[in-house]
């Protein structure tokens, strides 16, 4: 392991290595940004659905109707099997 270290301190550092910090930074700042900017639009969606929402709701309003009372087998018929048996 000396040996390998000895031969690592006897090489020299590549150009690119210094730069790594700046590039680094500057990936870091951009991708800050684009979330900043990514959370805004997201705002922004979320306000203009609720709006779209509330104006569609408000300009498509039909008189509330009370539902029919569901049965199993469809509507009650005078003619079913159960009413010509009951004969009293």
Known sequence: MDDALRILDRIDLPAA?????DHI???LAIRRREAVAMRRLMALAAFVSLGG?????????RPAVAASPLTPFGPPSAL???????MS
């Open 53 to 61: 929402g509330l104006l569609a709701g408000s300009a498509i309003s």
């Open 17 to 21: 290595l210094g730069a790594l910090d």
């Open 25 to 27: 930074m500057g990936a």
């Open 80 to 86: 079913a099997p159960s009413t010509l048996l009951d």
